[in-house]
């Protein structure tokens, strides 16, 4: 299921038609997508953007989409020798991957070339898997941090025979969870693609304050939402009520002196819990209207 997939459930349910998401999930993945109904899409740029997954990553298989759904493109049993150095290094191999590290997208990816999706290039043979580092570049993303959950190395030498790695991973957005999995099989020269991946916090939001799709299609319309307040920003309460209305005129307001300038943005509320939009905190001092919903 892709995530237009979820968002298409999403509008039949509650009845809506303006609904999006934060960030795509592969098909494969389960666990936190982030919607938003109604004026609450317009804050969507706003949310934070780290992730934090869980991904189970099989040795020993290279496929061409770097996960356990694409074409088979090498199968090799793990050399006992293999074995025992992922047992000895996967500490110190981990963290090569945590920091600011460049990573090489996979080749079924959404990214652009020349006005069309990568996948749809791959698809139609036009960019084979050899090919991908002429066509794309390496991207920078930040791994927060990456740690071992679990390590499950086969002592059968049979090519029936799984060896996998748990891990989970706290990255920023745009990271390719595929494309770890892909580096630690090549790092360690054995091959290995990504066969489980979930998805268990999204900036603000995690698990505990999702519905699953059964549950949007039982209640519809009736479903409960979380508030804009939750969208993650500090809030400010604008007493003044001129200043609410020059704000609400795209006007630039003054902030208060007991303001707190640890963030560019502001969510603005009146004294009643109305939300008036969001501000940027500009170079002069000053509180600038970016989104107005009242």
């Not at 957005?173 to 630690?184: K, M, V």
Request: proline share 4%; with cysteine; net charge negative.
């Amino acid at each position: 299921m892709t995530s237009h997939d979820v968002v298409a459930i999403a509008r039949r349910a509650l009845k809506q038609k303006q609904i999006g998401h934060s960030g795509t999930l592969d098909p494969m993945a389960t666990g936190v997508m982030i919607l938003a109904v109604g004026k609450a899409t317009r804050l969507l740029r706003f949310l934070k953007d780290d992730k934090t997954y869980e991904a189970g990553v099989l040795l020993g298989l290279v496929t061409a989409t770097d996960d356990i759904e694409g074409e088979v493109l090498e199968k090799k049993p793990l050399t006992a020798k293999q074995k025992e150095q992922i047992k000895e290094n996967i500490g110190p191999a981990l963290l090569k991957f945590q920091g600011k590290i460049e990573q090489m997208p996979p080749l079924y990816s959404a990214i652009h070339i020349n006005g069309r999706r990568l996948y749809d290039l791959a698809r139609s043979g036009e960019i084979k898997h050899e090919e991908l580092e002429t066509y794309v570049k390496k991207r920078q993303v930040t791994i927060y941090d990456i740690k071992l959950n679990r390590l499950d190395i086969s002592n059968d030498e049979s090519e029936e025979a799984d060896s996998r790695l748990s891990l989970k991973i706290h990255c920023s957005s745009g990271t390719y969870i595929r494309s770890i999995a892909r580096d630690l099989g090549e790092y360690f020269g054995c091959g290995a693609c990504l066969d489980q991946l979930r998805r268990t916090t999204a900036g603000a939001f995690s698990e505990s304050d999702c519905h699953s799709l059964d549950e949007l299609k039982e209640a519809g319309e009736t479903m409960p939402l979380l508030p804009i307040e939750r969208v993650g920003l500090p809030i400010l309460v604008v007493e003044d009520p001129d200043w609410r209305r020059r704000f609400c005129q795209g006007q630039k307001i003054s902030p208060p002196q007991s303001l707190q300038k640890e963030s560019q943005y502001f969510l603005l509320t009146a004294p009643e819990q109305e939300v008036l939009g969001i501000a940027a905190l500009t170079e002069d001092g000053l509180l600038k209207p970016e989104v107005v919903l009242a």
